[in-house]
C-alpha cells in the first residue's frame, strides 16, 4: 500500500461516527437519520450504515423498503452499490435488512464484512453514521469499535442516565476510547443536556477514570428540546429537518450538524 | 345457524372431559365457547396438562417482541429428565407416564403463575421467564432442578423412583428481534453442556450485563441537580 492510500483511509475513518445508547428508545434512529439530512443541507456526502443489525429499522423511520440489503450483500446474492441506496433528506443510506437476526450475535465472518464495507465506502462519503443497536450486545461493540467518533444519545430520565453511564464504562473499559460525544435528547428545559453531562463526567471521575491511563472526557455534542414536532414527524414517517426545519429540535439538530463538520 | 359439522369436535372435548359450551347449540356464544375449547385443548400437551411444543413457541415468540423492544429480560429454560430410557425399559411406559406427570407438576409448582411450563418433546420440557433478571437466572433454575430431585415418584405401591433433570437457560438478547428457533438453540446448547458436564445440573448462558453498582446509581442521581431534573 503506498502512502497515498493509507493517508486516505486514515482521512475516511475520521469521519465515521457511531450513534449508540444504552436503553432503546431514546431516539437514535431518528437522530441518526435527521441528523444525515441536516449534514446534507450543509453540503455534505453523507451515508448512513444502519447496524441495528438485530433490529433495523432505519427504513421505517425513512419510509423506505428497498429489496436490497446488507443481508444480501453478506449473502453475495448481490454488489454493494446496489444496496446503496438515495434517501429522502438527499443521503445515502445502507440498510441491514430487519431479516438479519441471526447477526444478533457476532461472528468473525461478520465481524469482516462490516470492516470490509466500511472500507469500501467511507472513502466516497464526507460523514459515515453507524447506527447501531441499543445496548451492549458485542455486535454493537464491535460497530461501534469501527468509528472515529462515539455519540450516546440520552434522555434525562434514569433508566437512560445509567445505561448511557454503562454504555461509556464499557467503551472506555475494553476500546480505550477515552472521548465520548453525548447528545441529550427529549431535553425538558434549556440546560438538562449540561446537567446531564455533568452527571455523567462526575460518577465517570470517580468510578472509572482512576483506573484507566488517562481519563474520560466526556463532550456535549448538544442537546434536543422534547419537541411535540419530533412525535408527528416519527409517526409521518417524515424528517423533521425536511418537513419543519424551523422546530426547535430541528434547529437543534442543524447545529449538532455544523458542530460534527467543525470538530 | 350455518351447516357446520360440529360432531367431531363435541365428541373431541366429550373424550377430554371438557363439557360442552353454554348457551343454546348453535348461538354465537355457543360457538364461540366451542372455538375457545378447541383452543385450549390445542395449546395443551394431553397427559399432564402443560402447554405443548405448539403453544410453547406462540408464547416465545410472543416474548422476543417483547423484550425486543422493553430491552426487559426475560430466561428460557430446556429441561431433560436424565436417563429417561432406564425407567421405561425397567418400570414400562405406565411408570414412565407418571415420572412425566410428577416432574411436571414439580416445575409448576417452583415457577411463577406469568411463567410458563411445556412439554415439548417426550421428556423434554421447557420453561418461558417473562421479566427475569439475569442475576437471578441460576437461582431460579437451580431451584426448580432441587424441586424435582427432593420429589420421589410413587410408581407402584411402595415403589418410588428418584429422577433427576439437567437444564440449559439462555436469556432473550435484549433490544434484539431474533427467532424462536435461535434462542431455543442457545438453550439447547447449555443443556448439552449440563448434559455432558454429568447431568442432573444446571448451566445457563453467561449474559452480557451492564454493571453499575449502587454506589455508582447513588452518585448519578442523588444529587440536587438531577432531582431538579425529574
Given at each position: ?81 446496489e444496496a446503496i441506496v ?58 461501534v469499535s469501527l468509528a ?116 | ?81 436424565d436417563h429417561f430410557k ?145
Amino acid at each position: 500500500m503506498s502512502d497515498g492510500t493509507l493517508e486516505a483511509s486514515r482521512a475516511a475513518a475520521r469521519k465515521v461516527t457511531a450513534i449508540t445508547s444504552g436503553k432503546g428508545g431514546v431516539g437514535k434512529t431518528f437522530l441518526a437519520a435527521n441528523l444525515a439530512a441536516a449534514l446534507a443541507r450543509q453540503g455534505q456526502r453523507v451515508l448512513v450504515l444502519d447496524a441495528d443489525l438485530g433490529l433495523a429499522n432505519l427504513d421505517v423511520v425513512l419510509n423506505l423498503f428497498p429489496k436490497v440489503t446488507l443481508h444480501e450483500v453478506f449473502a453475495g446474492k448481490c454488489k454493494l452499490e446496489e444496496a446503496i441506496v438515495a434517501a429522502p433528506g438527499g443521503f445515502s443510506v445502507l440498510l441491514a435488512g430487519s431479516g438479519m437476526v441471526e447477526y444478533s450475535r457476532m461472528t468473525p465472518e461478520l465481524r469482516d464484512q462490516l470492516r470490509d464495507v466500511l472500507n469500501q465506502v467511507a472513502p466516497r462519503f464526507d460523514q459515515v453514521l453507524l447506527d447501531t443497536g441499543a445496548g451492549i450486545s458485542d455486535v454493537v461493540l464491535y460497530t461501534v469499535s469501527l468509528a472515529h467518533r462515539v455519540i450516546v444519545v440520552a434522555t434525562p430520565e434514569p433508566t437512560s442516565l445509567t445505561d448511557a453511564y454503562a454504555t461509556i464504562k464499557v467503551l472506555a473499559t475494553t476500546q480505550q476510547r477515552r472521548r465520548i460525544s453525548l447528545v441529550v435528547n427529549q431535553a425538558r428545559r434549556p440546560g438538562d443536556g449540561r446537567v446531564v453531562r455533568q452527571q455523567l463526567q462526575q460518577v465517570v471521575d470517580r468510578y472509572v477514570s482512576p483506573g484507566l491511563d488517562s481519563p474520560i472526557q466526556i463532550d456535549l455534542l448538544g442537546e434536543l428540546p422534547n419537541d411535540s414536532a419530533v412525535r408527528d414527524a416519527v409517526l409521518r414517517r417524515q424528517l423533521l429537518v425536511e418537513t419543519l426545519p424551523g422546530a426547535p429540535a430541528a434547529v437543534a439538530v442543524g447545529q449538532l450538524a455544523t458542530r460534527l463538520i467543525d470538530a | 345457524m350455518p351447516d357446520l359439522r360440529l360432531d367431531l369436535a363435541l365428541q373431541l372435548l366429550q373424550q377430554a372431559g371438557v363439557p360442552e359450551p353454554e348457551g343454546e347449540r348453535g348461538s354465537a356464544a355457543w360457538l364461540q365457547g366451542l372455538v375457545d375449547a378447541l383452543v385450549d385443548l390445542s395449546s395443551r400437551d394431553p397427559l399432564t396438562g402443560a402447554a405443548n411444543r405448539r403453544s410453547f413457541e406462540v408464547a416465545l415468540s410472543r416474548e422476543i417482541d417483547r423484550v425486543a423492544r422493553s430491552g426487559e429480560a426475560a430466561l428460557l429454560l430446556v429441561l431433560d429428565i436424565d436417563h429417561f430410557k432406564r425407567v421405561n425399559d425397567t418400570h414400562g411406559h405406565g411408570a414412565g407416564d407418571l415420572v412425566i406427570k410428577s416432574v411436571v407438576q414439580a416445575l409448576q409448582d417452583t415457577v411463577r403463575p406469568m411463567d410458563l411450563v411445556a412439554r415439548t418433546g417426550g421428556e423434554e420440557f421447557a420453561i418461558v421467564l417473562p421479566n427475569c433478571a439475569p442475576a437471578f437466572g441460576q437461582a431460579v433454575a437451580e431451584r426448580v432442578r432441587r424441586r424435582v430431585q427432593s420429589t420421589p415418584v410413587a410408581v407402584a405401591p411402595g415403589q418410588q423412583l428418584q429422577v433427576t433433570i439437567s437444564v440449559g437457560g439462555a436469556f432473550a438478547p435484549q433490544w434484539v428481534r431474533s427467532r424462536t428457533h435461535l434462542w431455543i438453540e442457545r438453550a439447547d446448547q447449555q443443556l448439552y453442556r449440563a448434559k455432558s458436564e454429568g447431568r442432573n445440573r444446571v448451566c445457563l448462558e453467561p449474559a452480557a450485563v451492564l454493571q453499575v453498582s449502587n454506589d455508582e446509581k447513588r452518585l448519578l442521581f442523588e444529587t440536587s441537580q438531577f432531582q431538579d431534573l425529574a
